[in-house]
C-alpha cells in the first residue's frame, strides 16, 4: 500500500503549547499534503510542500520534508482550541497522476 | 483554490436501493476524484473520473458498484448502487489541476447511512 502512517493517532494539549505530527510513506512523491477535518466534513488544505522541497511555513504552521526518509512533520505553534481537528497527510505519489494516499490521521484535541 | 459543490450533504437510505451524489466546480479542472471515508476511518480512493470516459477504479472497487460519470470538465456523479450498512460512509470529491499549482481540493462531502 502508498499509504503512510501518521503518529500520534491522538493528541491531546493546551491552548498556546505546540503541536507536532508526523507522517511517513512508502514510496517516491512529486508532493505532500497536509489537511484538516473538522468533525467528519470536507477536508480543509493546509500545505503542500514538494519533493525538492525541505521546509515550508504558512501562518502557525510549519511542514517539513525528508525523502531520504520518507516522513514529513507537521508543527501547529500557538495552538488554539479550534484548531481542534483531524489531520491527515496525503502523499501524490510518482505515476499516481494526481491520486493521493492519505496517512490514518492524527485527532488533535486542544483544550482551552 | 476551486469552489466544490456537492449535492446532497447528507442521506439515510434503505438498503437495496441506488443513491446518486453530485460533484460541481465552479471552473475547468484538469482531474476529479471519488473518495470514501468510513466511519472513524481515513480516506481510501475510489476512483478517477475521467471525463468522456470509463472511470479508472482502484484495487477493490468496481464499476457495478460504483458507476461514475463525467460529462465535461466541471460535473461528475457517483453513484452507490444496491447499498448495504457496510457502504454507510462520507463519500468526497476532489479536484485537482496538472501545472503550476497542483494542490487537491475537497468537497463538503456527502454522509450517507444507510438502514
Known amino acids: 500500500s502508498q499509504q503512510g502512517e501518521e503518529d500520534p493517532q491522538a493528541l491531546s494539549i493546551q491552548e498556546g503549547e505546540n503541536a507536532t505530527m508526523n507522517c511517513s510513506y512508502k514510496t517516491s512523491i512529486n508532493n505532500l499534503q497536509w489537511y484538516r477535518q473538522n468533525s467528519g466534513r470536507g477536508l480543509v488544505h493546509l500545505i503542500l510542500?514538494?519533493?525538492?522541497?525541505r521546509e515550508k511555513h504558512s501562518g502557525r504552521l510549519r511542514v517539513t520534508l525528508d525523502t531520504s526518509k520518507k516522513s514529513s512533520s507537521l508543527l501547529i505553534t500557538a495552538s488554539r482550541a479550534a484548531d481542534t481537528a483531524s489531520y491527515f497527510c496525503?502523499?501524490?505519489?510518482?505515476?499516481?497522476?494526481?491520486?493521493?494516499?492519505f496517512g490514518r490521521g492524527t485527532q488533535l484535541t486542544v483544550w482551552p | 483554490s476551486a469552489v466544490i459543490s456537492q449535492k446532497p450533504s447528507r442521506d439515510i437510505c434503505q438498503r437495496g436501493t441506488s443513491l446518486t451524489i453530485q460533484c460541481q466546480v465552479d471552473?475547468?479542472?484538469?482531474?476529479m476524484f471519488w473518495y470514501r471515508q468510513q466511519p472513524g476511518q481515513s480516506l481510501t480512493l475510489i476512483a478517477t473520473?475521467?471525463?468522456?470516459?470509463?472511470?479508472?477504479?482502484e484495487s477493490g472497487f468496481v464499476i457495478d458498484k460504483f458507476p461514475i460519470s463525467r460529462p465535461n470538465l466541471t460535473f461528475s456523479t457517483l453513484t452507490v448502487s444496491n447499498m448495504s450498512p457496510e457502504d454507510s460512509s462520507i463519500y468526497l470529491c476532489?479536484?485537482?489541476?496538472?501545472?503550476?499549482?497542483?494542490?487537491?481540493?475537497f468537497g463538503q462531502g456527502t454522509r450517507l447511512t444507510v438502514v
Open positions: 473520473a475521467n471525463q468522456g470516459s470509463e472511470a479508472t477504479y
Open positions: 510542500i514538494r519533493s525538492n522541497e
Open positions: 471552473s475547468q479542472v484538469t482531474m
Open positions: 476532489s479536484v485537482a489541476d496538472r501545472g503550476v499549482r497542483t494542490e487537491a481540493f
Open positions: 496525503a502523499t501524490d505519489a510518482v505515476g499516481a497522476l494526481g491520486r493521493l494516499y
